[in-house]
């Protein structure tokens, strides 16, 4: 009897030591797999992360510059190209157009196709609308090889849309003002560069012995790169270099009343044009407007300094004696000007 219930006891203390053998292991497996597991996870996450980032930087570096999204603009080649006009350096010169003109282009269609026709020469007047008949008098004496722009010192420019060629011209408009002051400001050289020659003309001038073609062609055939036509000699006050005369075709020099000329290749005996219609070579405009003031109104004595512009003088400034013009002598300005 002692013998089996020592064997009994034996036996339940042996299942014990198991249950806690067990017990045991199973928490240290446990701990092992507990801390094995999330290295495991992370590693592969870490893994497949990195493989994916790998694969999106590598889109990204060939189809997008490196510096896109990060809030700067990518650096483009420095350039500087010192005969590059001024404030243009940094760029391609294959790109810089430093000059203009008063081409009218279509809103549509290629831009080749816009000129059927480009005017050579550009034509001035200092308008208002009580002149208007006599400016489309004088508009017709000009062929389309001549753009026309009309500087309005009243302000009323649609009015002269009843004269169909006023719609193909050029208008502007600033109250109570002279053609000097519309000429510094619109007539930059590097604007109206494609024109050979530019006409600044009053509004008060009779043509009808001007034919303007005709004109031309003997400006570039005495080599004249300030002119005028010449005045009739027997209407208002003129000069007697700027009166025409009947037996030539331009002249370059007269003879004044004893004592005014110093010099006879110096104005006003030579060298000399009135500023009731001149007409400037493409380059000698280009001086002449640097020399114009910005508070210069009615250019009295502009027309002593013009041979400041050409050299010699007294052989590129004349007067174009058979197309001539009469001088109206018509103060529409003036009445203007006293509504200040």
């Known amino acids: 009897m002692g013998t089996s219930h020592r064997s009994g006891a034996s036996k339940k203390s042996s299942d014990g030591a198991r249950l806690v053998i067990t017990t045991i292991m199973g928490i240290v497996f446990g701990y092992f797999i507990g801390v094995s597991f999330p290295f495991v996870s992370l590693a592969k996450i870490n893994f497949f992360e990195g493989a994916m980032n790998r694969d999106h930087h590598s889109l990204d570096t060939r189809s997008f510059p490196e510096t896109v999204g990060s809030g700067s603009t ?28 008063f081409y009218l282009r279509r809103l549509w269609g290629e831009p080749s196709e816009d000129l059927k026709r480009k005017p050579k020469y550009l034509v001035t007047f200092t308008v208002g609308l009580d002149q208007r008949n006599n400016i489309n008098a004088a508009v017709k004496k000009f062929s389309e090889d001549f753009q026309i722009m ?3 010192y009243d302000g009323r420019t649609s009015e002269w849309d009843q004269f169909e060629w006023s719609k193909h011209a050029i208008h502007v408009s600033v109250r109570r003002q002279t053609k000097w002051w519309y000429a510094k400001r619109f007539l930059q050289p590097d604007v109206i560069a494609a024109y050979d020659y530019i006409f600044i003309w009053d509004e008060d001038l009779g043509v009808e012995h001007f034919n303007a073609e005709k004109y031309i062609q003997l400006v570039r055939k005495h080599g004249l790169e300030i002119s005028q036509p010449g005045l009739e000699p027997n209407n208002g006050l003129t000069w007697q270099m700027t009166k025409r005369r009947g037996d030539r075709e331009v002249h370059k020099v007269t003879e004044e009343k004893p004592g005014w000329c110093s010099d006879p290749h110096l104005p006003p005996c030579a060298a000399f044009v009135e500023i009731m219609a001149p007409v400037f070579s493409r380059d000698a405009w280009r001086c002449v407007w640097h020399m114009i003031q910005n508070d210069l109104v009615h250019g009295w004595g502009l027309d002593f300094a013009l041979r400041r512009c050409v050299e010699p003088a007294h052989e590129k400034i004349g007067v174009v004696d058979s197309q001539w013009i009469v001088h109206q002598v018509i103060p529409s300005l003036g009445s203007q000007l006293q509504l200040r």
Do not use: Q
Request: charged share 15%.
């Open 74 to 101: 990518p650096l483009a080649p420095k350039i500087y190209v010192p005969t590059n006009p001024r404030g243009a350096e940094s760029l391609p010169p294959g790109i810089v157009v430093s000059e203009s003109d």
């Open 150 to 152: 009309l500087f309005h």
